[in-house]
């Protein structure tokens, strides 16, 4: 996993919970890499787990919770680093439509090496998306997080509503059923 994702991760850490927390947690984590990390180094993604499950002891809040919250921060910070993803795009369907196909592949281009997961998106009618999430990394609750993030960057109240597509229900295969609320 590419170490801007890492990097977000410390700053969220730091900037919520303090850089003594941080301390502690990456002591805690008895990581590979030390804990050092940069944007365009590679990381194991288990070392992301590690220091949510750290945190999670840490502060008494459930590892998902922290990779959903993490997802929507880090969702903020890209269109800060990345507006021109946001060009000409106006609703949260629309840009979720385009990150398989059009931000992932660019993501590709500006982090050779970036493993990432792939989506299958459907629009039933006008009111819903389906979009379907599959990785070799558990990670839909950061999938989720993104889309939570991504809905509030355009204003909009959209229900997401998740459902396991397959049967080890770890978070590597994950619908996601978005419903427009007004
Ligand atoms: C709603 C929008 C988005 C969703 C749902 C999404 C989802 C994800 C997920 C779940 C991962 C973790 C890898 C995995 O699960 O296998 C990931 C990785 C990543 N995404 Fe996205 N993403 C979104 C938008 C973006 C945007 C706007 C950017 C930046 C412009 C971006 C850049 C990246 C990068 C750099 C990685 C790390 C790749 C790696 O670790 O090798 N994503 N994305």
């Not at 890492?6 to 502690?24: I, N, V």
């Not at 992301?48 to 008494?60: F, H, I, N, T």
């Not at 660019?106 to 090496?113: F, R, S, T």
């Amino acid at each position: 996993m590419k170490g801007v994702v890492f990097t977000e991760f410390m700053e969220m850490m730091d900037s919520r919970f303090g850089p003594e927390l941080t301390e502690r947690v990456l002591e805690a984590a008895h990581l590979p890499s030390g804990g050092i990390y940069t944007a365009v180094g590679t990381y194991d993604h288990t070392e992301l787990l590690a220091l949510v499950e750290q945190l999670s002891l840490a502060v008494g809040l459930p590892a998902t919770t922290l990779v959903r919250e993490f997802g929507h921060y880090l969702f903020g910070r890209f269109v800060k680093s990345y507006p021109r993803f946001f060009q000409g795009v106006h609703s949260a369907f629309d840009f979720i439509e385009q990150v398989d196909n059009h931000v992932h592949v660019e993501v590709l281009k500006l982090y050779p090496g970036a493993e990432l997961p792939s989506f299958r998106s459907e629009r039933p009618d006008d009111r819903r998306m389906l979009f379907d999430y599959r990785s070799s990394r558990p990670l839909a609750d950061l999938a989720e997080g993104l889309i939570a993030g991504c809905v509030d960057h355009y204003g909009e109240r959209v229900r997401i509503e998740r459902m396991p597509l397959a049967a080890d229900g770890g978070g590597t295969a994950v619908r996601f059923q978005l419903t427009r609320m007004d």
